[in-house]
């Protein structure tokens, strides 16, 4: 959460872009995709998001989106001078935070109606179904719930009502695409470049190569766009890299998948990995919205990429052995 207390401290990120009239479903795609970063409109074609690390990842994600699809875009970063003010625009956040908060609630109301006249076990189970879904929503909102809207209590002290009277939720499994393997020569004794600023992404790529791939591999931070690899040079997650975002995959779904690992416990952190980069709840792991605080955590309170890969290690390793324990 952002701090109120210093307003003329605030910095905003604004993407600007303007979208080809057709297709239309590309339109809708990069409107959903808006949404689901928490970004709000200050004009017409232009939305903002508090800057920091992460939001501007997410824009500039969307950035090359659209211009991969006949669009226009930049990102820049700004300070609100005149016409309108940082309260202003933390109002409109707000605002589309608690709209979201109250959709939730009145779900959870409908729910908890139904949960009185619920008798057979299938009707239960797919309370369980929908009430887990609620949930994942919840934590989406949440998520972007930047400046701390004054629904969220509400909709989450249903939702905690409706848990306590309720089985625990159901798991569901997905499996990950199948891509060709790399081999262990591709992988070994290389450099692995990626863009400064890690995130959860990032992190977790850099200690799956240095837990699984190459404990010995040379990790290294650049400015991001256009760098030049040098022989025996690795990019990942970076727009031009070797190992990047494929499809709606993360980086770490794809290198998992390139270098042919197939353990069900990396398969899990995968999942949660997405659903925190991506922010879609395509899998909607319970553990995600911990593993996300964490994480979370440790950006904040280390400023040095590599001392953030050093604190997340821990993190991923007693991941991967609760998985390993939960399967066994």
Same mark, same amino acid.
């Given at each position: 959460?952002?701090?109120?207390?210093?307003?003329?401290?605030?910095?905003?990120?604004?993407?600007?872009?303007?979208?080809?009239?057709?297709?239309?479903?590309?339109?809708?795609?990069?409107?959903?995709? $808006?949404?689901?970063? @928490?970004?709000?409109?200050?004009?017409?074609?232009?939305?903002?998001?508090?800057?920091?690390?992460?939001?501007?990842?997410?824009?500039?994600?969307?950035?090359?989106?659209?211009?991969? +699809?006949? +669009?226009?875009?930049?990102?820049?970063?700004?300070?609100?001078?005149? @016409? $309108?003010?940082?309260?202003?625009?933390?109002?409109?956040?707000?605002? /589309?935070?608690?709209?979201?908060?109250?959709? =939730? *609630?009145?779900?959870?109301?409908?729910?908890?109606?139904?949960?009185?006249?619920?008798?057979? /076990?299938?009707?239960?189970?797919?309370?369980?179904?929908?009430?887990?879904?609620?949930?994942?929503?919840?934590?989406?909102?949440? /998520?972007?719930?930047?400046? @701390?809207?004054?629904?969220?209590?509400?909709?989450?002290?249903?939702?905690?009502?409706?848990?306590?009277?309720?089985?625990?939720?159901?798991?569901? %499994?997905?499996?990950?695409?199948?891509?060709?393997?790399?081999?262990?020569?591709?992988?070994?004794?290389?450099?692995?470049?990626?863009?400064?600023?890690?995130?959860?992404?990032?992190?977790?790529?850099?200690?799956?190569?240095?837990?699984?791939?190459?404990?010995? *591999?040379?990790?290294?931070?650049?400015?991001?766009?256009?760098?030049?690899? #040098?022989? %025996?040079?690795?990019?990942?997650?970076?727009?031009?890299?070797?190992?990047?975002?494929?499809?709606?995959?993360?980086?770490?779904?794809?290198?998992?998948?390139?270098?042919?690992?197939?353990?069900?416990?990396?398969?899990?952190?995968?999942? =949660?990995?997405?659903?925190?980069?991506?922010?879609?709840?395509?899998? @909607?792991?319970?553990?995600?919205? %911990?593993?996300?605080? $964490?994480?979370?955590?440790?950006?904040?309170?280390?400023?040095?990429?590599?001392?953030?890969?050093?604190? +997340?290690?821990?993190?991923?390793? #007693? $991941?991967?052995?609760?998985?390993? /324990?939960?399967?066994?």
């Amino acid at each position: 959460m952002i701090d109120r207390t210093s307003p003329a401290e605030q910095r905003w990120l604004l993407l600007i872009h303007q979208l080809p009239s057709k297709p239309a479903y590309f339109r809708v795609k990069i409107w959903r995709r $808006l949404q689901r970063i @928490g970004a709000v409109a200050v004009k017409s074609t232009v939305y903002a998001l508090p800057a920091n690390a992460e939001t501007q990842e997410d824009f500039e994600w969307l950035l090359k989106e659209i211009l991969e +699809g006949g +669009g226009e875009a930049m990102v820049c970063e700004a300070r609100l001078i005149d @016409g $309108l003010s940082d309260a202003q625009v933390h109002a409109l956040f707000d605002a /589309a935070r608690d709209e979201d908060y109250e959709a =939730i *609630a009145n779900e959870a109301r409908t729910l908890s109606a139904r949960l009185e006249a619920t008798r057979t /076990a299938e009707e239960k189970a797919e309370l369980r179904s929908q009430l887990g879904r609620l949930r994942k929503r919840l934590a989406d909102v949440t /998520a972007i719930d930047f400046f @701390g809207a004054t629904s969220r209590l509400s909709a989450e002290s249903l939702i905690v009502e409706l848990e306590s009277r309720l089985a625990e939720d159901m798991e569901m %499994g997905k499996e990950v695409p199948e891509m060709r393997p790399l081999t262990a020569a591709d992988l070994k004794e290389r450099v692995w470049i990626t863009r400064k600023g890690v995130h959860v992404d990032r992190i977790a790529c850099s200690w799956l190569i240095r837990r699984f791939i190459d404990p010995d *591999a040379v990790i290294r931070f650049v400015p991001g766009k256009g760098y030049i690899p #040098n022989a %025996g040079e690795i990019r990942f997650d970076m727009f031009e890299g070797e190992i990047t975002h494929e499809g709606d995959r993360c980086s770490f779904e794809v290198l998992l998948a390139r270098a042919g690992i197939t353990d069900p416990a990396l398969q899990a952190i995968a999942e =949660i990995v997405h659903d925190i980069d991506l922010k879609d709840a395509k899998f @909607g792991r319970e553990e995600t919205t %911990g593993i996300a605080s $964490l994480i979370a955590g440790i950006c904040a309170a280390q400023p040095q990429d590599e001392q953030r890969i050093v604190h +997340g290690g821990p993190v991923f390793d #007693n $991941l991967h052995q609760y998985f390993r /324990a939960k399967r066994g």
